[in-house]
C-alpha cells in the first residue's frame, strides 16, 4: 500500500510541478513542497522497513529531487518576475 502511494506522490508531484511551472502561484508552491516531502517520507520508509539495498533507491531518489528542484526553482523565479 505504501509503495504505491508512494509512486502516486511522485508521479503528482511531476505533474503538479509542470503546473506550478504554468500558472504559479504562493499557494500552489505549498501543495508543491508537500507532495515533495510526502514522496521522501514515504520513500525513506520503504528502504527502511524493506531492508533494500540503499544505493540504488538513493540514486534514483536523488534525481528525483533534482529535476523537481530545478523545476520549481524555475517555477519560482517566474513567480517573483510576475510579481
Known amino acids: ?5 508512494h509512486i502516486a ?4 508531484s511531476i505533474a503538479y510541478t509542470t ?12 501543495v508543491n ?4 516531502g510526502l514522496t521522501l517520507a514515504s520513500g525513506t520508509y520503504l528502504v527502511v522497513s524493506s531492508h ?4 540504488p533507491a538513493c540514486t534514483a531518489g536523488l534525481i528525483y529531487i533534482g529535476c523537481i528542484s530545478v523545476a520549481t526553482a524555475l517555477a519560482r ?3 517573483i518576475r510576475a510579481k
Open 9 to 12: 506522490a511522485a508521479l503528482l
Open 77 to 79: 523565479s517566474r513567480f
Open 33 to 36: 513542497y508537500g507532495l515533495i
Open 1 to 5: 500500500m505504501i509503495l504505491i502511494a
Open 19 to 30: 503546473y506550478l511551472f504554468i500558472s504559479p502561484s504562493r499557494a500552489n508552491f505549498f
Open 52 to 55: 533494500s539495498r540503499l544505493l
